[in-house]
């Protein structure tokens, strides 16, 4: 096989965008042919995609505007993202055919991959390896850095997470609750508030839709006022949020997804509670705390293989589902984290 | 003169307010009588009031609202605030008549005090008593603690401080340039602009009020961006801060005069900088940092004795100044600290 031509159907970005994402901002292209071969002398190697995620950051790069911590997708090139890869050929000394890796990979059924220190190969275990993409990958991480490094936790804290049922959100709900935290999440449907309360062990949860009033839905909820508020969506929830924080209390600000609502032309109204409640609020990115990132694997797959957390995805099969999939993170379609099955391994 | 009935000219708060304060919402009330005397048993001191204090947070108390840090206004009562007194008479063991003290007082000639705890003895110095509701008080704690506490100061950071010729941002960038920060600061006349430059040692300076757009003047300031921004103002100019942020950027959200600019309706709508430049933006008060009041006097004092810092006071003449002193602090009217000096010592 190593050596062949064969078709590679990719997944093009067309051009860039404003607002929401639509599936017709992406193109499927097939008829593309590539050898499976990883040049000699390149340093590069050849894999196979078996898992591609799907996550709200990737919005950013669908923007003409440079200046964000991710540059901007090239208009009529292949999407990149994050996945798990199996090696088919390799000139690199440190993976060998057979081995996986994740890491940052191309939306098609093939990628050569010259940016290798952007993978990092997966050793085998007894877990999937699409949770490389999730708990495991770069969502897993944000949600472990962001609670410990940016909420400064206590145990009893009253915490608040939202798009809780998320890639992100649902495992910040379950380290909270190992933390000796109380947890209440919200989500847009009462199948994801089912989740909450039923799989991933959340004190509470509620349909944000189903709330006329948001403050009076977090006043039910939190009685005694929040903690932590863990904010993955911005605009009028984190403006609900900021009417119930406790003194001292912290707001983790992660929320790619709150793209457009926390820019929204509404604004934030209630940041003076900042000041007589004296609230840090905080914008982070697991990027700047990649040297936890051992330490957080560790800790992840010793608490999974426990049994003590488990992690809720949204598969869907086949490359040519990767638009409508990605699209669907901004309407809350994906119940978990999404995630495209490209090939079986 | 202890013993003595004399009459006592007050403040008197008349209601509660919404929005911005007016000198008619208190009055000038005469022919009260007290007696110089602090009744036996008691505890309490009785004080002749030298200076009083107009603070932008004592807004707060007009407003018929108990879930603030600081309790409202008694309609009908003396205004409280803070002030620099001398002891006529006590039942106190810590003062003895002639002793000057700082803290809680009331806008009146006299006042007899029980809550002794609220006031310290000021030690003679050389330095002006007033200073004590100003540099070595309230304010300059809070641009103390906030400074070193909340900001994180660096050598070299970039620091922007609005409303900057204030009670609280003139001793901010006076202590980030002794840091060694680069230091730029606004203000709404050209006189305050003038005195920050060529009385307070800022870099730089500007006038908010004459430029068109509050995004290109911080860009024209800051080409490099911006490390810490003291907020004494929130509203616009908090966003075109945001704007202009530099990666792990702090946003010290001080200003009570914002009150009502950061609950304006049209709201804040660049938070989402606080996620790509990982923004900590922190609410304050004071009085969670008392620990360190020793220390800051201490700090402060030297520096001040050095000639290493300068302080600018707003003085007004006579407690009837009192109401339009307090109201001229909204629409800047005061150049430095706003004091009352109700009586000489």
Same mark, same amino acid.
């Given at each position: 096989?190593?050596?062949?031509?064969?078709?590679?159907?990719?997944?093009?970005?067309?051009?860039?965008?404003?607002?929401?994402?639509?599936?017709?901002?992406?193109?499927?292209?097939?008829?593309?042919?590539?050898? +499976?071969?990883?040049?000699?002398?390149?340093?590069?190697?050849?894999?196979?995609?078996?898992?591609?995620?799907?996550?709200?950051?990737?919005?950013?790069?669908?923007?003409?505007?440079?200046?964000?911590?991710?540059?901007?997708?090239?208009?009529?090139?292949?999407?990149?993202?994050?996945?798990?890869?199996?090696?088919?050929?390799?000139?690199?000394?440190? =993976?060998?055919?057979?081995?996986?890796?994740? !890491?940052?990979?191309?939306?098609?059924?093939?990628?050569?991959?010259?940016?290798?220190?952007?993978?990092?190969?997966?050793?085998?275990?007894?877990?999937?390896?699409?949770?490389?993409?999730?708990?495991?990958?770069?969502?897993?991480?944000?949600?472990?850095?962001?609670?410990?490094?940016?909420?400064?936790?206590?145990?009893?804290?009253?915490?608040?997470?939202?798009?809780?049922?998320?890639?992100?959100?649902?495992?910040? !709900?379950?380290?909270?609750? +190992?933390?000796?935290?109380?947890?209440?999440?919200?989500?847009?449907?009462?199948?994801?508030?089912?989740? =909450?309360?039923?799989? +991933?062990?959340?004190?509470?949860?509620?349909?944000?839709?189903?709330?006329?009033?948001?403050?009076?839905?977090?006043?039910?909820?939190?009685?005694?006022?929040?903690?932590?508020?863990?904010?993955? *969506?911005?605009?009028?929830?984190?403006?609900?949020?900021?009417?119930?924080? &406790?003194?001292?209390? &912290?707001?983790? *600000?992660? !929320?790619? *997804?709150?793209?457009?609502?926390?820019?929204?032309?509404?604004?934030?109204?209630?940041?003076?509670?900042?000041?007589?409640?004296?609230?840090?609020?905080?914008?982070? /990115?697991?990027?700047?705390?990649?040297?936890?990132?051992?330490?957080? /694997?560790?800790?992840?797959?010793?608490?999974?293989?426990?049994?003590?957390?488990?992690?809720?995805?949204?598969?869907?099969?086949?490359?040519?589902?990767?638009?409508?999939?990605?699209?669907?993170?901004?309407?809350?379609?994906?119940?978990?984290?999404?995630?495209?099955?490209?090939?079986?391994?």
């Amino acid at each position: 096989m190593v050596g062949e031509m064969v078709e590679n159907k990719q997944v093009i970005f067309k051009g860039y965008i404003e607002g929401v994402p639509k599936e017709t901002d992406m193109e499927l292209k097939v008829g593309n042919m590539i050898k +499976l071969e990883a040049p000699k002398g390149s340093g590069a190697f050849l894999v196979k995609n078996l898992y591609l995620s799907c996550d709200p950051y990737m919005r950013g790069r669908m923007r003409d505007f440079q200046g964000s911590y991710v540059p901007p997708f090239n208009p009529g090139s292949v999407i990149e993202g994050f996945g798990v890869s199996e090696v088919l050929d390799s000139d690199n000394p440190n =993976l060998r055919p057979g081995d996986l890796v994740s !890491g940052l990979t191309g939306w098609e059924e093939y990628s050569l991959i010259y940016k290798t220190e952007q993978l990092r190969k997966i050793e085998p275990d007894d877990i999937p390896f699409s949770y490389y993409v999730g708990l495991l990958g770069m969502p897993g991480f944000t949600a472990y850095a962001g609670f410990y490094e940016v909420c400064a936790p206590k145990k009893g804290d009253y915490v608040f997470v939202s798009a809780a049922s998320g890639a992100v959100g649902q495992l910040v !709900g379950q380290l909270a609750k +190992l933390h000796g935290c109380y947890v209440v999440g919200s989500a847009g449907t009462s199948e994801k508030v089912d989740i =909450l309360k039923n799989k +991933l062990g959340f004190d509470e949860a509620f349909n944000y839709k189903e709330e006329q009033d948001l403050d009076a839905a977090l006043k039910r909820y939190f009685p005694e006022g929040i903690d932590i508020y863990f904010d993955n *969506v911005g605009g009028a929830m984190l403006d609900a949020a900021l009417l119930n924080m &406790r003194i001292h209390g &912290r707001i983790a *600000v992660c !929320g790619m *997804v709150s793209q457009h609502s926390i820019s929204s032309p509404e604004g934030q109204h209630n940041l003076l509670a900042l000041i007589s409640r004296r609230i840090r609020m905080q914008g982070f /990115l697991q990027s700047d705390y990649l040297h936890l990132f051992p330490r957080f /694997l560790e800790n992840v797959i010793s608490l999974y293989k426990e049994g003590k957390i488990v992690y809720i995805e949204d598969m869907h099969e086949g490359l040519e589902s990767g638009p409508a999939a990605f699209v669907g993170l901004f309407s809350g379609k994906n119940v978990g984290k999404q995630v495209i099955r490209v090939a079986y391994h």
